[in-house]
């Protein structure tokens, strides 16, 4: 005969909210991480293309191809944020709301002045 074990205490759904939670302000904390990691992938493009980044001699089409990875590589923990925030809320655990809208504004602020720098 087998034993059956009865499992009591947190609900699976609870559960999974609180690590959506985690998640989410997991990413948080790594979009200054991702921050610097663009920053510096930054330098090193502009670097391969024979361009110093703090000049403004660089072509817009060398510009352009600089930006977007850079912009890549910052926005992956602000998606992060937003993904988890949202699944936390959508299952009704109204925590993941908050780096939710971080993550938005981060992601946001970092667009807008990606394209500031493009367009400069």
């Known amino acids: 005969m087998m034993a059956q074990t009865k499992h009591e ?16 302000w997991a990413a948080v904390a790594l979009i200054p991480v991702f921050f610097f990691l663009a920053f510096a992938l930054g330098n090193v493009l502009y670097d391969l293309f024979g361009y110093k980044p703090e000049n403004d001699d660089a072509p817009f089409s ?5 930006t977007i990875p850079i912009l890549g590589v910052s926005l992956v923990p602000c998606v992060a944020a937003v993904h ?8 009704g655990d109204r925590r993941g709301l908050l780096p939710l809208g971080i993550g938005v504004l981060a992601g946001l602020g970092l667009t807008i002045l990606s ?6």
């Open 62 to 66: 060398v510009d352009l191809v600089c």
């Open 9 to 24: 205490g947190v609900p699976t759904g609870v559960s999974r909210s609180r690590s959506r939670v985690g998640r989410a």
């Open 84 to 91: 988890s925030g949202r699944r936390a809320a959508g299952s």
């Open 115 to 120: 394209v500031a720098g493009l367009a400069a």
